[in-house]
């Protein structure tokens, strides 16, 4: 008895599965003579805008839903700080450029006329003290003065004699002019203060928002007067050309399609209109079709994701727009 009703379930099972198999032969075994058509939705890529300084905001000009070129303004911040900031920049390089030329100049002729006129000074009161000391010297060996005031003269003579070697160096130095060290030092700190005024010029720059891509304002995150910063993103946008079809094909399909390969997309309407496009994306993982899918695929089946991309200038699609994907069989098997 229970045999029979084993047997009976088996045979349930094999024509309910014959039934499956008839009804999506064409999905799971595709005909070799027929194009491959699939189904998906119009689907977006999209961009998080976002300012790079720190900064309040000031204005934001586009709403949710507005058509955004790329280079467009979309938002600007407060620039006080930002301007006072360069202001700065601009003094600290121009103290350092006056270095830097003052270095790479070397000493003025001012400076060493004083120099030399120093040396001959000295040179003088050397001669002079020098008399003094030799004749008190000579004086104190006949003990016609104390030894002191020979002693007294001799230091006075020796003071001279130092001034006199000190003003000479000062004026060598000057007249060898600055060293190769120092210009490099006062070169390289003009360098630092110009990347510095370059830096805060390019935050005024970045205090102006604009579109890095062509498309629709989807979101609007930020109003005035909120702060801005890298990561927190002012506005969504999402591109519209190109967009793509997020469709998804069974494994019995892998190996007829690759990426690259040119595809036709039909939109429902009236009359119904055709895009060109082509493969960008095939997904190498398989997951379980998503249930907003639109397609006659079974649910369960495990699918792989495919993107076609599809030009639209003049935006006729519309995201979120069911599409259908028909490939060209016979330009797949040449």
Wanted: aromatic letters at 6%; a neutral charge; hydrophobic letters at 45%.
């Amino acid at each position: 008895m229970k045999l029979k009703w084993i047997i009976v379930a088996a045979v349930v099972v094999l024509l309910a599965g014959g039934i499956v198999v008839f009804e999506y032969r064409e999905v799971i075994f595709p005909p070799a003579n027929k194009d491959i058509v699939l189904y998906g939705n119009i689907d977006d890529r999209q961009v998080d805008v976002a300012f790079i300084p720190s900064e309040r905001i000031a204005e934001v000009k586009v709403e949710e839903g507005d058509v955004v070129r790329e280079g467009d303004l979309l938002a600007t911040l407060e620039t006080v700080r930002i301007r006072n900031s360069i202001d700065a920049a601009k003094a600290a390089v121009e103290n350092a450029r006056q270095k830097y030329l003052k270095a790479k100049n070397g000493p003025r002729q001012e400076d060493i006329d004083i120099a030399r006129s120093a040396v001959t000074a000295a040179q003088a009161a050397l001669e002079a003290t020098g008399k003094d000391y030799y004749r008190q010297e000579s004086l104190a060996k006949t003990n016609s003065v104390a030894q002191r005031i020979a002693d007294n003269a001799q230091a006075k003579y020796l003071v001279n004699l130092a001034a006199l070697n000190a003003s000479r160096r000062q004026l060598d130095s000057l007249l060898a002019g600055t060293r190769k060290e120092d210009i490099a030092a006062a070169a390289a700190e003009l360098q630092q203060r110009e990347v510095d005024l370059a830096i805060q010029e390019q935050r005024l720059k970045d205090a102006s928002l604009k579109s890095p891509v062509s498309g629709i304002v989807r979101n609007r995150l930020l109003e005035p007067g909120e702060m801005a910063s890298p990561q927190a993103p002012v506005l969504t946008i999402a591109r519209t050309d190109p967009k793509w079809v997020r469709t998804y094909i069974p494994e019995s399909m892998l190996t007829a399609l690759k990426p690259g390969d040119q595809a036709r997309i039909r939109a429902d309407g009236s009359p119904p209109r055709e895009f060109e496009g082509w493969i960008g994306f095939i997904a190498p993982n398989a997951e379980f079709t998503p249930k907003t899918v639109e397609t006659v695929e079974l649910r369960s089946a495990l699918v792989y994701e495919v993107r076609v991309f599809v030009r639209d200038p003049e935006g006729r699609l519309k995201l979120g727009a069911p599409v259908t994907v028909t490939f060209d069989k016979t330009k797949h098997e040449q």
